[in-house]
């Protein structure tokens, strides 16, 4: 059985924000909604400041906080493949997952419009879901927390489920350079021009994130929580694997 | 019926028609402006302040009523029949505040009818929110259960102490539970601790005392030769030490957590930087003092419209405590960046405050008809 995890490569990324454009466009996003964005920060005082970015999806955490913490078990861990999913058909919106994920990735879109005009306005939906795009993805699976929402409820990046879990069995990873497997890999991956992701198995021995984690001190962001991110970060160059987190206005805070 | 136990019934029609009118007012401005605009109407965000001023009301509503019921269960198995004017009361004044607590949580909740009939049978042994509805369901039975005996004119401090025990029991496991919710958030180091639940059980307790105060004096119109004597010596004598003592228990926890917090350097304890900062937390520590002088001293704790001012200053301290507990543990950004500012801004919308003024309006309500169908008389 797979266990499918990303590694990012920070050195590579060029914060051009292709991944969370293809993710939105990918699953039919609300603007703001980016279940995959990239975090822009700065560290360091003039003269000696640095603009960085931190590519941040949902982790798929191996010991999900937001699993363990679901009253209604809404959010689960798919045991095959190990992807973290929010079945909408049970979910209350009580936004506790939300609260207890370190990592900010999940979304509650029932909130005030982060961009105006409000799309869900402009495009509503008549089946009680939060908009109707006029274009969006065929896959539709409520259980799965695949498709557009219902109201009430809470979403997140699914590492394109619909997609990996069509992938053949035993493939050790997920590559857009592969013809025969590129339509299994996540949107957020498949897009990224400088290749700054891969995408695998992290329980195949031969697969290549495992050997990128391994010969590259693969990092997992916030690991003191004990979550244990299926997302590593690679960095051994200009870029920090994990943004200090105060960096930013330490000062006035 | 005793004099002891009669109260003034004028009062509570009036009260009961005021606050009928009120809440049936802003639960349809509520439900308006719900429908109309779904919870964009509350200013929570998706930056990061996920639980806001319902979550806020909705725990004050539900600490004071597990408060009011532990004040009640304790008070008559400790002291018996010297609490036995106060008991009926007090459970249907817990009763009356997890009304307005569990209304709030409804229109707060995406699904809340799904929320009743999913949560008990999900068997999520992992989250602390599937204990703690199970212990409000076991509090509320109790409680129900307990209103409906202690009325029964054959009712004795024997024959009512399982129930009370057990009521008692599933008041603290209530207000613990909710102290795990927040306590539990590891990566969250302003909430995060383990004497959260018992910070937790000791304000229910402040506030309960207050509430206790507060309504049994408003049912005789705070007018002290209308109390009975049993009353008043009750409020003045021993129940006011307790209330002294619980304001200073519950002042060390205020006054500890924010000393550490403030000298922690944990990324999320910078919000107590900002909460010392604000007039709040300064009304908050005044309105907490100067109950806790009052309700020392002997001499003004005897007198029933201080023991009123002494409740009221409480029920704000409390409340702007909660307020800043709940938002204090979110206004960090977990990622801070370009577009998240260091702090987050928060100020409860204008539905989010209508539903503080539903849920007392209907807290009100549902005390006042108690006091109307004569429930709140003890036999
Ligand atoms: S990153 Fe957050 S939402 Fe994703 S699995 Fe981990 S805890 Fe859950
Ligand atoms: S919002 Fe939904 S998925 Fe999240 S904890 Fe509540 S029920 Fe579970």
Redesign the interface.
């Known amino acids: 059985m797979a266990k499918w995890g990303m590694v990012i490569d920070l050195d590579t990324c060029t914060g051009c924000q292709a991944c969370t454009t293809a993710c939105a466009m990918e699953n039919s996003r609300l603007p703001g909604e980016n279940w995959q964005d990239v975090l822009f920060y700065h560290e360091g005082k003039y003269p000696n400041v640095q603009l960085k970015w931190l590519p941040r999806p949902c982790m798929h955490c191996e010991n999900p906080s937001c699993v363990s913490v679901c009253p209604t078990r809404a959010t689960y861990k798919d045991p095959e493949g190990g992807f973290v999913l929010i079945d909408w058909n049970r979910c209350i919106g009580c936004k506790y997952c939300q609260v207890a994920c370190p990592y900010g990735v999940r979304f509650y879109t029932d909130e005030k419009a982060v961009v105006q005009p409000d799309i869900r306005t402009v495009f509503p939906s008549e089946e009680g879901r939060q908009w109707d795009p006029p274009w969006k993805g065929p896959q539709d699976d409520p259980r799965r927390g695949i498709g557009i929402q219902p109201h009430g409820v809470v979403s997140k990046c699914t590492f394109c489920y619909h997609k990996v879990s069509q992938a053949p069995a035993g493939v050790p990873d997920l590559d857009e350079d592969i013809p025969e497997l590129k339509e299994y890999v996540p949107a957020c991956v498949r897009v990224c021009a400088p290749k700054a992701r891969f995408f695998g198995d992290l329980d195949h021995p031969e697969s290549r994130v495992n050997k990128l984690i391994a010969d590259h001190r693969g990092t997992r962001l916030k690991d003191e929580t004990g979550n244990k991110p299926q997302v590593y970060y690679l960095s051994g160059g200009a870029s920090a694997a994990v943004p200090s987190l105060r960096a930013v206005h330490q000062d006035k805070a | 019926m005793t004099t002891a136990t009669m109260d003034n019934k004028g009062i509570q029609m009036p009260i009961l028609l005021v606050a009928g009118i009120g809440f049936l007012i802003t639960a349809g401005l509520v439900m308006f402006n719900l429908s109309s605009q779904?919870?964009?109407a509350?200013?929570?965000?998706?930056d990061?302040l996920?639980?806001g001023f319902p979550i806020v009301v909705y725990d004050f509503f539900l600490l004071t009523s597990t408060g009011i019921a532990m004040v009640a269960c304790f008070g008559f198995l400790f002291t018996g029949e010297t609490f036995r004017p106060l008991f009926a009361r007090s459970l249907w004044l817990a009763l009356a505040g997890l009304s307005g607590g569990v209304a709030v949580l409804m229109m707060e909740?995406?699904?809340?009818l799904?929320?009743m009939f999913?949560?008990p049978f999900?068997?999520?042994f992992?989250?602390?929110?599937?204990w703690k509805?199970l212990a409000v369901i076991g509090f509320t039975v109790c409680l129900l259960l307990l209103i409906w005996r202690a009325r029964a004119t054959q009712s004795t401090l024997d024959s009512l102490r399982g129930l009370t025990r057990l009521t008692l029991l599933f008041a603290i496991l209530v207000t613990a539970l909710a102290g795990v919710?927040y306590g539990s958030?590891?990566?969250?180091p302003f909430w995060a601790s383990g004497d959260i639940p018992a910070a937790f059980i000791v304000e229910s307790i402040v506030g309960g005392l207050a509430f206790v105060y507060f309504f049994t004096l408003l049912a005789y119109g705070f007018q002290a030769d209308k109390v009975p004597v049993s009353i008043r010596s009750v409020f003045a004598g021993r129940m006011g030490g307790v209330f002294a003592w619980a304001i200073v228990l519950h002042l060390v926890f205020v006054v500890g957590r924010t000393v550490n917090g403030l000298y922690g350097n944990v990324?999320g304890l910078?919000a107590w930087?900002y909460i010392v900062s604000s007039p709040l937390y300064w009304i908050e520590l005044a309105a907490l003092m100067t109950a806790l002088v009052i309700m020392f001293s002997h001499a003004l704790r005897r007198n029933i419209l201080v023991q009123v001012a002494a409740a009221v200053l409480v029920m704000v301290g409390l409340f702007i405590g909660r307020y800043e507990y709940i938002i204090g543990g979110?206004i960090?950004?977990?990622?801070?960046?370009?577009?998240?500012?260091?702090?987050l801004s928060y100020a409860p919308s204008s539905t989010e405050w209508l539903l503080l003024i539903m849920a007392i309006f209907l807290a009100n309500v549902v005390n006042a008809l108690g006091g109307v169908l004569g429930i709140t008389r003890s036999r």
Do not use: D, M
Not at chain 2, 109 to 112: K, R
């Open positions: 779904g919870h964009a509350f200013n929570i965000s998706n990061g996920f639980w909740l995406g699904y809340p799904r929320a999913l949560i999900s068997f999520a992992s989250s602390p929110l599937y509805v919710v958030q590891s990566f969250r990324e910078q930087q979110q960090i950004p977990l990622f801070k960046g370009s577009w998240a500012p260091p702090v």
